[in-house]
């Protein structure tokens, strides 16, 4: 078990792009933490040279309070999962899992003893003389995670570990990691594109924007506080509605004519970045803080997203209602638009007001 801490950890790349200009992060021990952040943000990059497949080009990264920029990767006792196993198709699961450890010449009966323990715990037990070809996905990501696990690191890295699974099975392999993270207690860095995973496996979450932390908390602290619009659209699925708006003597007014004027009890003055998210919308009979012109339905079942732009302004808006609803293409629905959940950001300095 380990803290891990980043302390102004910076990437430049050989041929001068800085990958990451500064960053800081406290990773406690036993902590699970979930990095997301569009793609090319420097993901990879940040669990790469916490690895040590990466230089560090600036500041240290320090394990249980040892520095580790200068070691080797086998001596961060560190283990990486990514999105493609990189199993041996040559060996049994047997050995693939028991490989580092061999390599560490540990003893046979201690190797098969662990491997045994670790195929337990991720059902694997009756798959252990099989190669990796007669195995289905999601069974060869579990011998990809035994791998990693027999060698009980200090320290988990998953690089998108199961974006080639299909839904079914992410489901269930996300539940499971989770359960195995808590029971052995091992500090976890985690990368997905996947909003769902990234919600429900994080202690905490960091959001990436061109590799710095746009910021970090708890899930549910992102998704109710997000501090700027980019964290604002990019945690939450459909994305929150963001549009640009004034705010002036207690009112904040939408496009070109005032068309759209609301009550706002803030006391600020100026452009503004105004925010509310689809499942925030409330459909009214009456009439209603603005109309939606419906232009797309979508309909999951246990919910409906629908698609439109506000009247008299040219904007998209994108509303969340539970259950089963079929409104008409082009026809209006009146909408509220509840002050308490409103996000509000100066357009200027980007930050929450
Ligand atoms: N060896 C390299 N040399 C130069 N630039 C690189 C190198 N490797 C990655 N980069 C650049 O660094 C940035 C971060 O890359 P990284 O792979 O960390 O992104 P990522 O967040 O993991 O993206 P994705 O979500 O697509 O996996 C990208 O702009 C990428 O092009
Ligand atoms: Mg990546």
Not at 228 to 249: E, K
Request: with cysteine.
């Amino acid at each position: 078990m380990a803290a891990v801490v980043l302390n102004k950890v910076g990437k430049k790349y050989p041929n001068g792009f800085h990958a990451i200009p500064s960053i800081d992060l406290d990773i406690k021990d036993g902590e699970f933490i979930v990095l997301v952040g569009p793609s090319g943000c420097g993901k990879s990059t940040l669990l790469r040279m916490v690895a040590g497949l990466e230089t560090i080009s600036d500041g240290e990264l320090s394990i249980n309070g040892t520095r580790m920029n200068e070691r080797e990767p086998a001596e961060r006792d560190i283990a990486m999962v990514f999105q493609s196993y990189a199993l041996y198709p040559h060996m049994s699961v047997a050995g693939n899992m028991g490989y580092g450890l061999k390599n560490r010449g540990v003893d046979k009966e201690v190797i098969e003893q662990k491997v045994n323990d670790v195929a337990a715990m991720l059902d694997l037990s009756h798959l252990l003389d099989r190669k990796p070809k007669q195995l289905s996905g999601g069974q060869r990501q579990r011998v990809a995670m035994g791998r990693a696990m027999v060698r009980d690191p200090q320290v988990f890295l998953f690089d998108e570990p199961l974006s080639n699974l299909d839904a079914k099975l992410r489901v269930q392999m996300r539940v499971e990691i989770r359960q195995l993270q808590r029971k052995l207690g091992t500090t976890t860095l985690y990368v997905t594109h996947d909003q769902v995973e990234a919600m429900t496996l994080a202690d905490r979450l960091v959001v990436l924007n061109q590799g710095h932390a746009e910021q970090v908390g708890s899930p549910l602290d992102l998704y109710e506080r997000p501090a700027t619009p980019f964290v604002a659209a990019f945690i939450g699925s459909p994305a929150m509605n963001l549009f640009s708006a004034h705010l002036q003597q207690n009112k904040l007014i939408l496009g070109q004519n005032e068309s759209i004027m609301l009550e706002c009890d803030h006391s600020f003055e100026g452009q503004v970045v105004w925010g509310i998210r689809p499942e925030h919308l409330e459909v009214t009979e009456t009439e209603g803080d603005f109309k939606m012109r419906v232009k797309a339905v979508e309909s999951l079942g246990a919910e409906t997203l629908i698609y439109g732009a506000i009247e008299g302004v040219n904007e998209e808006v994108v509303l969340r209602l539970s259950g089963p609803h079929q409104p008409e293409i082009n026809s209006n629905i009146e909408l509220n638009a509840p002050q308490d959940k409103w996000h509000l950001f100066d357009a200027n300095t980007q930050q929450r007001l």
